[in-house]
Structures are given as structure tokens and as C-alpha cells.
């Protein structure tokens, strides 16, 4: 069940970028790589481990706490990451 979430996931991470325009075809398939690995070795692990009971109520307090304080405001993370790999750019040699 984890594994098929998991393939649903990055399929539906893979045809938004593409139906929004948001990343070339090129970009897309690079992410559809990196997640299929990503997916590949969670699922080399996830059957050594048994599942625990966990208690998930902090989890969905964390999380809607998380989308309340984030609604809204628009995340200029690209700008971000362009600004750090050019100051990275500049200070690594």
C-alpha cells in the first residue's frame, strides 16, 4: 500500500508540473528519476521494519498549524535557491 501511495504520488507530482507548465519535459523525467529511486530504496527497506501503533494526533495538530501559518502567502523558493547557489557559486572557489 505504502509503495502504490507512494507511485501515485510521484505520477500526480509529475503530471502537475507538466499540466501547470511549471517545468520542462526534461526537468519532469529528471524528477521522475529521482523519485523512482527515492521509492526504489524506501521499498528495499520497508519490509524489515513492522509497523508500530502510533498515536497521530500530534502529527495533525503539527500539520494544521503548518497550513494555517503557510495559507496564503506566496513561498519564493526559487528566487531563494538562486540567490544561495550564486553566493554558494561565489564563495566555493
Known sequence: ????GGTG???AIAASRLLLHAHSTAEVGVG???????????G??????RAKEMWLF????ACGALVTVLHGPELRAEE?????AG?????SG
Request: charged share 10%.
Open 1 to 4: 500500500m505504502a509503495i502504490s
Open 9 to 11: 504520488f510521484i505520477l
Open 32 to 42: 521522475l528519476v529521482i523519485g523512482t529511486a527515492a521509492l526504489t530504496l524506501f
Open 44 to 49: 528495499l527497506q520497508y519490509p524489515r521494519y
Open 58 to 61: 500530534p502529527l495533525f495538530v
Open 80 to 84: 531563494f535557491l538562486r540567490e544561495m
Open 87 to 91: 553566493y554558494l557559486r561565489i564563495h
